[in-house]
């Protein structure tokens, strides 16, 4: 029987690898001290930011102002039903 991915009847061949062999423990991180580890993590972080597609000063703009707009209509929202529930409840109990 097969499916999309393969035979369900036989393992993948990463799960045929035999169990008596023995694994290193750390890897590249393993061998580095407490500073190492903190500038490989720190250089990760600045690959990583280097992949970020950072938005144009026009586009920036438009999505601030998108915010700002959303947060003040939902504050009037907010602030409507406050009022509503509380001339209810003025109402409710005296």
Not at 51 to 68: A, C, D, G, H
Request: hydrophobic share 45%.
């Amino acid at each position: 029987m097969t499916d999309a991915v393969g035979s369900i009847d036989k393992p993948d061949a990463e799960d045929e690898a035999p169990e008596s062999k023995k694994t290193r423990k750390g890897g590249k991180r393993g061998k580095k001290g407490p500073l190492g580890r903190l500038a490989l993590f720190y250089r990760q972080i600045i690959a990583e930011l280097r992949k970020v597609v950072w938005p144009t000063r026009n586009q920036l703009t438009t999505y601030t102002s998108v915010v700002i707009v959303f947060v003040v209509v939902m504050i009037g929202l907010v602030t409507v039903i406050d009022f509503g529930f509380a001339r209810v409840i003025k109402y409710v109990f005296g």
